[in-house]
């Protein structure tokens, strides 16, 4: 009781209640390491608070700030942190010594999860470059623990037909899984990625729309046990299979979101109810607070050029819009093959907008301008019925027709992925094997080619049994346009007349 009435120590407790109250630079330092210091610094130059030099009062703790971010996320309609595209900035990965590996003190998914980011990857990476990867610290040496996301050759012959996958294997698996993208991808081009796993599918969605999907693997990525030695890297791996170009808006999940969140999330509308499942969303403003570089490593640097909606600078430059050109598929293996996109198609009203599809009929006539290879019915018919069948889906047609007249060109027949240069190679291809082709130049009907005798070799006939390679096309006779058609006995890929 004697202590409480000492006149000094009352005293000091006034002064100690007055100095706390107002603007000023008394801290309470006892209790508190080093480390956390330096977080509430950090926290300090990014949150206001009531005097721009201290944390908001009654919300002094790093875990009470957090709790208080969280809620009014969660009370905001609006969003601004996610609703725009371009909120953040690019950064720019060189490939050498500029990885970034997740802070210890996130929680990355063992289960369910999605991984979504913008990327603009330069030309020329090694097969395979690793743009985002889950690795076991414990094992660097296995490269196909966890899960990465990059680009990858399809291509036996060196570095050819690169294009994006998501490789994927549990800790009780035995092997990995690996989903690739339905084409190459673009250099210097934006490209939106994203992977999810709910357990049972493994999907890759590029632009938005699923390009692979696979059920191979099942379960958790990993147990509980192993989750220290768990790291979530992006730029490349430990193994300097490195990414060399830009991202930008990493966002990380704890659950596998769909394909119509997905694509809010890429045009900047998202979801406040998915807010509690967001486990990461960087934007590189201040990559120091969640990521750690490699050993002897540097941050990568901001992007120096136009940004991925062509707003930085406020020029009208269009470099980073997305490239939706179109090149003829080969044929029977188009995007619209895959059941999948078919039925996204469907369910997708943002899909099944308006539609205009332009083509051309190129009609072959004779020299008389007659024999067309189709008449005008039969192109008005077939018109009508691809605006019938199509029609309900908001597809119409806008037809043109090239008429061509030749009699030499009308009089041949076209084969569908026969090269010239297949016919008579000593090889029988089975896309040649036709009657026009001489059966491949006779390299399909192999035990008949011997038996044409000298006596009808270059006797001004085109003998069928000699119109072969080995005896150069009887002699001649059969591509001697005065002595047979040559539309239908010419062989010989080196005559002009084939």
Same mark, same amino acid.
């Given at each position: 009781?004697?202590?409480?009435?000492?006149?000094?120590?009352?005293?000091?407790?006034?002064?100690?209640?007055?100095?706390?109250?107002?603007?000023?630079?008394?801290?309470?330092?006892?209790?508190?390491?080093?480390?956390?210091?330096?977080?509430?610094?950090?926290?300090?130059?990014?949150?206001?608070?009531?005097?721009?030099?201290?944390?908001?009062?009654?919300?002094?703790?790093?875990?009470?700030?957090?709790?208080?971010?969280?809620?009014?996320?969660?009370?905001?309609?609006?969003?601004?942190?996610?609703?725009?595209?371009?909120?953040?900035?690019?950064?720019?990965?060189?490939?050498?010594?500029?990885?970034?590996?997740?802070?210890?003190?996130?929680?990355?998914?063992?289960?369910?999860?999605?991984?979504?980011?913008?990327?603009?990857?330069?030309?020329?990476?090694?097969?395979?470059?690793?743009?985002?990867?889950?690795?076991?610290?414990?094992?660097?040496?296995?490269?196909?623990?966890?899960?990465?996301?990059?680009?990858?050759?399809?291509?036996?012959?060196?570095?050819?037909?690169?294009?994006?996958?998501?490789?994927?294997?549990?800790?009780?698996?035995?092997?990995?899984?690996?989903?690739?993208?339905?084409?190459?991808?673009?250099?210097?081009?934006?490209?939106?990625?994203?992977?999810?796993?709910?357990?049972?599918?493994?999907?890759?969605?590029?632009?938005?729309?699923?390009?692979?999907?696979?059920?191979?693997?099942?379960?958790?990525?990993?147990?509980?046990?192993?989750?220290?030695?768990?790291?979530?890297?992006?730029?490349?791996?430990?193994?300097?299979?490195?990414?060399?170009?830009?991202?930008?808006?990493?966002?990380?999940?704890?659950?596998?979101?769909?394909?119509?969140?997905?694509?809010?999330?890429?045009?900047?509308?998202?979801?406040?109810?998915?807010?509690?499942?967001?486990?990461?969303?960087?934007?590189?403003?201040?990559?120091?607070?969640?990521?750690?570089?490699?050993?002897?490593?540097?941050?990568?640097?901001?992007?120096?050029?136009?940004?991925?909606?062509?707003?930085?600078?406020?020029?009208?430059?269009?470099?980073?819009?997305?490239?939706?050109?179109?090149?003829?598929?080969?044929?029977?293996?188009?995007?619209?093959?895959?059941?999948?996109?078919?039925?996204?198609?469907?369910?997708?009203?943002?899909?099944?907008?308006?539609?205009?599809?332009?083509?051309?009929?190129?009609?072959?006539?004779?020299?008389?301008?007659?024999?067309?290879?189709?008449?005008?019915?039969?192109?008005?018919?077939?018109?009508?019925?691809?605006?019938?069948?199509?029609?309900?889906?908001?597809?119409?047609?806008?037809?043109?027709?090239?008429?061509?007249?030749?009699?030499?060109?009308?009089?041949?027949?076209?084969?569908?992925?026969?090269?010239?240069? !297949?016919? &008579?190679?000593?090889? %029988? @291809?089975? /896309?040649? +094997?036709?009657?026009?082709?001489?059966? =491949?130049? $006779? *390299? #399909?009907?192999?035990?008949?080619?011997s038996r044409c005798p000298e006596s !009808?070799? &270059?006797?001004?006939? %085109? @003998?069928? /049994?000699? +119109?072969?390679?080995?005896?150069?096309? =009887?002699? $001649? *006779? #059969?591509?001697?346009?005065?002595?047979?058609?040559?539309?239908?006995?010419?062989?010989n890929r080196s005559s002009p007349h084939?």
């Open positions: 009781m004697k202590l409480w009435t000492s006149p000094w120590l009352s005293c000091l407790v006034i002064l100690i209640l007055c100095f706390g109250s107002e603007c000023g630079t008394v801290e309470r330092r006892k209790g508190r390491s080093k480390r956390d210091l330096v977080r509430m610094r950090e926290a300090r130059a990014a949150v206001p608070g009531a005097c721009a030099t201290r944390l908001p009062r009654g919300k002094r703790s790093l875990a009470g700030l957090e709790r208080r971010g969280l809620r009014q996320r969660r009370r905001s309609s609006s969003q601004p942190e996610v609703s725009s595209p371009e909120r953040g900035k690019a950064v720019y990965f060189t490939g050498r010594g500029d990885q970034l590996r997740l802070k210890p003190g996130v929680e990355i998914p063992r289960g369910n999860f999605t991984l979504e980011m913008w990327i603009k990857p330069e030309g020329g990476q090694r097969s395979p470059t690793v743009i985002a990867g889950l690795y076991d610290k414990c094992f660097y040496a296995s490269s196909d623990r966890g899960w990465l996301l990059g680009i990858q050759s399809v291509s036996e012959h060196g570095n050819r037909d690169p294009r994006f996958f998501f490789s994927l294997k549990t800790d009780r698996a035995h092997k990995a899984t690996a989903i690739h993208s339905n084409a190459r991808y673009i250099p210097n081009q934006w490209a939106h990625l994203a992977v999810t796993y709910d357990g049972i599918y493994m999907k890759l969605f590029v632009n938005g729309a699923q390009v692979g999907v696979s059920r191979e693997q099942s379960g958790d990525v990993f147990s509980h046990l192993t989750k220290k030695c768990k790291v979530l890297m992006i730029g490349g791996n430990a193994l300097n299979h490195n990414y060399r170009g830009a991202v930008e808006r990493v966002a990380l999940w704890r659950h596998a979101r769909g394909q119509r969140q997905i694509i809010r999330d890429m045009q900047g509308n998202d979801d406040p109810q998915d807010l509690p499942q967001l486990v990461i969303r960087e934007t590189f403003e201040h990559p120091g607070r969640k990521w750690l570089t490699v050993k002897d490593g540097s941050f990568p640097q901001p992007e120096q050029r136009m940004g991925r909606m062509g707003f930085q600078g406020g020029g009208g430059n269009t470099e980073g819009l997305l490239d939706t050109t179109l090149e003829p598929p080969a044929c029977g293996q188009t995007v619209c093959d895959n059941v999948e996109v078919i039925k996204n198609y469907n369910q997708l009203s943002s899909f099944r907008r308006p539609k205009t599809v332009r083509y051309r009929v190129i009609n072959i006539w004779d020299d008389t301008r007659t024999k067309p290879t189709v008449s005008d019915h039969q192109i008005s018919l077939q018109h009508q019925q691809l605006k019938d069948a199509f029609g309900p889906y908001n597809i119409t047609w806008e037809l043109s027709i090239h008429n061509i007249t030749n009699s030499s060109l009308r009089n041949r027949l076209i084969l569908a992925n026969c090269d010239i240069s !297949k016919v &008579g190679d000593d090889a %029988c @291809d089975p /896309e040649c +094997n036709h009657p026009l082709t001489g059966f =491949d130049a $006779g *390299d #399909c009907v192999s035990g008949h080619r !009808k070799q &270059g006797n001004g006939v %085109c @003998d069928p /049994e000699c +119109n072969w390679e080995n005896f150069y096309y =009887d002699l $001649g *006779d #059969c591509c001697n346009p005065d002595v047979t058609d040559v539309t239908k006995t010419c062989f084939k």
